[in-house]
């Protein structure tokens, strides 16, 4: 069974885009894992890690787990709303990436 992909952008600050040559976006084809209709925000994360390590050792601890001064949006809603890790993405989601300012 053919496995759902999809093309995610992760937009991010200015602090982050030193450890990508500048760029302020990153795309990466999420792959949903198998039984799972769509991607994750885990498996765009877990892609992020095979393309760019040293930015997503930003993001995630090494548990796996988003890091406490880090947060993400997906298509503008909080992930922590949307089910963290295992929040589906929509088909061309962007993720915006943001550094803790006290929320």
């Known amino acids: 069974m ?5 093309l995610v952008t992760f937009v991010l600050p200015s602090m982050l885009r ?3 040559s500048g760029a302020g976006e990153v795309r990466v084809f999420a792959v949903a894992e198998a039984g799972h209709p ?3 925000l885990r ?3 877990d892609t992020l890690r095979r393309t760019h390590p040293v930015l997503e050792e930003r993001l995630r601890d090494d548990y796996g787990r988003i890091r406490r001064h880090i ?3 997906v298509c503008g809603e909080s992930t ?7 929040c ?15 929320w």
């Not at 589906?88 to 006290?102: K, R, V």
Request: hydrophobic letters at 50%; glycine letters at 10%.
């Open 88 to 102: 589906d993405l929509p088909p061309g989601a962007e993720i915006f990436i943001l550094p803790a300012l006290g």
């Open 18 to 20: 030193h450890w990508v």
């Open 2 to 6: 053919a496995r759902a992909v999809t």
């Open 80 to 86: 922590r709303r949307l089910g963290g890790l295992e």
């Open 43 to 45: 498996c765009a994360l």
């Open 71 to 73: 947060k993400l949006l």
């Open 38 to 40: 769509c991607p994750t």
